[in-house]
């Protein structure tokens, strides 16, 4: 599953110059936890949140009882401090550089981005415009898919139209996001690609691939030579068995 998939398109964004106030409203208003700073061609500058208004004034109490220390310590911390306490603007006080990601990419790629950094949402950009947003919420939509659902996808998309195999010829069943392959495929490498791409579907929980093959292909390689197979118009390579002893 995409980004594009589950992004909100319709998203409420701030310009640099509007006041923090108004973003405070805005938040409160939407029922949002944060919203893209964008400039006039919709380019994502920044973004502000409800915990750069709780770090705001968490350092504003901090400067309070230290702002001798920090002031002479000097340094990117006090300068980021004072920066923070007189932000007036949704561009003073957004956190920078913004944490983004495409719409084609995959989900898990963004949980990934916000595990990664912290964050609750991600502006989604295209040619680094805004179009859209994802937040948490959203991924977690990702994991209730039903299991009718789950049973589909790997019915349809992986083993007919990805691997080119006959789902009639395996059993396949979904429980609670846990996904159950048994039968007989040509090589063990196939079964181990069926694995690896059932694990990648969003929604899904656990794997359970069992499944036995007529070919153990670990240690076939290709013997570095072209063939030219008889009536054929094309050069193929072939795989023979790697030397032992």
Same mark, same amino acid.
């Given at each position: 599953?995409?980004?594009?998939?589950?992004?909100?398109?319709?998203?409420? !964004?701030?310009?640099?110059?509007?006041?923090?106030?108004?973003?405070?409203?805005?938040?409160?208003?939407?029922?949002?936890?944060g919203?893209?700073?964008?400039?006039?061609?919709?380019?994502?500058?920044?973004?502000?949140?409800?915990?750069?208004?709780?770090?705001?004034?968490? !350092?504003?109490?901090?400067?309070?009882?230290?702002?001798?220390?920090?002031?002479?310590?000097?340094?990117?911390?006090?300068?980021?401090?004072?920066?923070?306490?007189?932000?007036?603007?949704?561009?003073?006080?957004?956190?920078?550089?913004?944490?983004?990601?495409?719409?084609e990419?995959?989900?898990?790629?963004?949980?990934?981005?916000?595990? !990664?950094?912290?964050?609750?949402?991600?502006?989604?950009?295209?040619?680094?415009?805004?179009?859209?947003?994802?937040?948490?919420?959203?991924?977690?939509?990702?994991?209730?898919q039903?299991?009718?659902?789950?049973r589909?996808t790997?019915?349809?998309?992986?083993?007919?139209?990805?691997?080119?195999?006959?789902p009639?010829?395996?059993?396949?069943?979904?429980?609670?996001?846990?996904?159950?392959?048994?039968?007989?495929?040509?090589?063990? !490498?196939?079964?181990?690609?069926?694995?690896?791409?059932?694990?990648?579907?969003?929604?899904?929980?656990?794997?359970?691939?069992?499944?036995?093959?007529?070919?153990?292909?670990?240690?076939?390689?290709?013997?570095?030579?072209?063939?030219?197979?008889?009536?054929?118009?094309?050069?193929t390579?072939?795989?023979?068995?790697?030397?032992?002893?």
């Amino acid at each position: 599953m995409k980004v594009l998939d589950l992004m909100t398109t319709r998203v409420a !964004s701030v310009g640099p110059d509007t006041p923090l106030k108004d973003v405070a409203r805005l938040l409160a208003e939407h029922r949002v936890s944060g919203v893209p700073v964008v400039d006039d061609d919709r380019k994502v500058l920044g973004v502000v949140s409800e915990a750069d208004f709780v770090e705001r004034e968490a !350092s504003a109490a901090g400067a309070r009882l230290s702002w001798l220390d920090r002031i002479l310590s000097g340094g990117e911390e006090a300068r980021e401090l004072q920066r923070r306490l007189s932000a007036t603007t949704a561009g003073t006080a957004m956190s920078t550089p913004p944490v983004t990601v495409g719409p084609e990419a995959r989900v898990r790629e963004a949980a990934a981005l916000m595990s !990664s950094h912290a964050v609750n949402r991600l502006p989604v950009v295209e040619d680094g415009r805004l179009v859209g947003i994802i937040t948490r919420a959203d991924i977690m939509d990702a994991y209730l898919q039903p299991d009718t659902e789950l049973r589909r996808t790997v019915r349809e998309e992986i083993l007919r139209e990805t691997l080119w195999l006959d789902p009639e010829k395996l059993q396949l069943s979904v429980m609670d996001g846990v996904v159950i392959v048994m039968g007989r495929v040509d090589r063990r !490498s196939t079964a181990e690609i069926l694995e690896r791409l059932i694990r990648q579907l969003d929604g899904v929980v656990g794997v359970r691939c069992e499944l036995t093959w007529d070919l153990d292909d670990r240690r076939l390689a290709p013997v570095g030579v072209l063939r030219k197979q008889p009536g054929a118009g094309s050069v193929t390579a072939r795989e023979e068995p790697r030397p032992t002893g």
